[in-house]
């Protein structure tokens, strides 16, 4: 666009843009779209870093990945007996120390 302008104006070819100095409103668009773009892309980053954050805390809350039998089952490997009063402490211990 800037170019035309410059050729109907000055009658002859120069490549430059309709602004005096090194201002051209093209390069500023240009340069606020990529700024843009990056921050965007920033915002969503820390967003579903965030988010999957909370998801995955409140999964584990509600689904731990160690249940009761599986402490059963590594209690009598390690030759203890498992009661139910033993598996009980162990799960509060657990839950205790994740808060």
Do not use: T
């Amino acid at each position: 666009m800037e170019v035309i302008c410059k050729l109907v104006e000055l009658k002859k070819f120069v490549n430059r843009g309709f602004l005096i100095g090194p201002i051209c409103p093209i390069y500023g668009y240009g340069v606020l779209a990529i700024v843009l773009i990056i921050v965007a892309l920033a915002v969503g980053l820390i967003g579903g870093f965030y988010g999957a954050r909370a998801y995955m805390k409140k999964y584990f809350q509600e689904n731990p990945p160690i249940n009761e039998d599986m402490i059963v089952s590594m209690m009598s490997q390690m030759g203890q007996k498992p009661s139910a009063k033993k598996v009980n402490q162990v799960m509060n211990r657990m839950k205790h120390q994740n808060k």
